[in-house]
Nanobody, 125 residues
Framework: QVRLVESGGGLVQAGGSLRLSCAASGRTISGYAMGWFRQAPGKEREFVAA????????DYAESVKGRFTISRDNAKNTVSLQMNNLKPDDTAIYYC??????????????????WGQGTQVTVSS
């Protein structure tokens, strides 16, 4: 069983940056595809970014391309999401997710078996 814990959320002004971290425990995530999703009030959970088990493939939602960067450190059992040039529309609870697979490109929530509790990101205008 993998436990995922997000951190790094907070309140930031538009144009600012935040770095989210996801710490995994219980098992190594080196063989896991990892992703970030977000959910704004009244909206469905949506895909933000994904990284393959090796880090060799990165996928992003169109709305965050060029602004967000996903990365992983398998030695530290962590995944990060660097968010730059934040916009008010980025306001949401951000969730880290994991799936034990060598398949890349998972962009749907149902494809991930493990989830963190989420961290709030609020971007003021």
């Amino acid at each position: 069983q993998v436990r995922l814990v997000e951190s790094g959320g907070g309140l930031v002004q538009a144009g600012g940056s935040l770095r989210l971290s996801c710490a995994a425990s219980g098992r190594t995530i080196s063989g896991y595809a990892m992703g970030w999703f977000r959910q704004a009030p009244g909206k469905e959970r949506e895909f933000v970014a994904a990284i393959s088990w090796s880090g060799g493939r990165l996928d992003y939602a169109e709305s965050v391309k060029g602004r967000f960067t996903i990365s992983r450190d398998n030695a530290k059992n962590t995944v990060s999401l660097q968010m730059n040039n934040l916009k008010p529309d980025d306001t949401a609870i951000y969730y880290c997710a994991g799936c034990e697979t060598t398949i890349s490109g998972f962009k749907y929530a149902y494809q991930y078996a493990y989830w963190g509790q989420g961290t709030q990101v609020t971007v003021s205008s």
